[in-house]
């Protein structure tokens, strides 16, 4: 039958209908049953990206009552196909017993690292002399608002604290 339709077009190829829906269809499965993954792919790390994770910052009774620590995080992130360090610090505060307060580092003005300053109780900024007190309100300089106050929880005595990519 093919060769009767080759010989009735001068020897060209030509599809039929069904050819014709059977390729369709076949592009079609093809096409979704690739583009899922692809799609995953490409689209579940910028979902990670707005996620955060809880970190260990170890034992809360190596906090001293009434001092302010700097505590130094490392973690891995995915971003596309790198996976990159993620490095930087929060500053925590033991209260009377347990209670902690953790602080971001991250000045509100230009987001520089701000450093606990002891001898004086205050938070400064380096970059433009940004002044935060001790509970992080800002009470010199340019910030306007106090630094960030980080969701944080006590698990068998360790300190986790939730961290934004
Ligand atoms: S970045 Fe901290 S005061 Fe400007």
Not at 36 to 53: C, Q, T, W
Not at 61 to 87: C, H, I
Not at 97 to 124: D, Y
Request: hydrophobic share 40%; charged share 20%; proline share 6%.
């Amino acid at each position: 039958m093919d060769e009767n339709r080759e010989a009735a077009t001068g020897g060209q190829r030509y599809t039929d209908r069904r050819g014709f829906l059977k390729t369709v269809v076949l592009a079609g499965t093809t096409l979704a049953t690739a583009g899922i993954p692809l799609a995953a792919y490409f689209v579940s790390p910028a979902l990670e990206k707005g996620g955060g994770r809880w970190v260990d910052f170890g034992a809360v009774a190596d906090l001293n009552d009434g001092e302010t620590a700097m505590l130094s995080f490392e973690y891995m992130v995915k971003d596309g196909w790198q996976v990159l360090p993620q490095r930087g610090f929060v500053w925590a505060r033991r209260g009377p017993g347990e209670a902690v307060k953790v602080m971001s580092s991250t000045c509100t003005h230009l987001a520089c690292n701000v450093i606990w300053k002891p001898e004086r109780q205050v938070f400064e900024c380096p970059c433009h002399t940004g002044i935060y007190d001790a509970e992080g309100r800002p009470i010199s300089g340019p910030p306007a608002r106090p630094l960030a106050v980080l969701e944080h929880k006590i698990e068998d005595g360790k300190l986790q604290v939730y961290l934004t990519a």
